[in-house]
């Protein structure tokens, strides 16, 4: 092989290694708006198969059960670094809330328990 085919597969094999390094289990934040406030919580991909995989989802399953217990999230800061990370177990109401919505920002989310 030559030079380049060497560093074009190099490129490759490391690519796909931290591909598979990936965790399996990622966080999805949706923002909660409600009468009062906007809270941030976090699913992981099991809950969030569990509740429709989405916004709608997660607003049918308040709106039926009347109540979802989820993890809300806050920015925090470690070693300098901003990161989201679950904050408290907290319960949404059904009355509360408006409107269900994905919540997108750019730091790195930590799990929930």
Partial sequence: MT???NRIASALLTAASLACAAPVSAETLFKIITVR??????LNDAELKDLGGDAGGIA???ASKGSLSLWQ???TQKDGER???PHQKIG???NASLRVEPYKQPFKVLPHE
């Fill in 3 to 5: 030079t380049a085919a």
């Fill in 37 to 42: 406030d906007e809270i941030v919580v976090g």
């Fill in 60 to 62: 049918k399953a308040i």
């Fill in 73 to 75: 999230y806050a920015v």
């Fill in 83 to 85: 990161m989201v990370a």
């Fill in 92 to 94: 949404v109401l059904a």
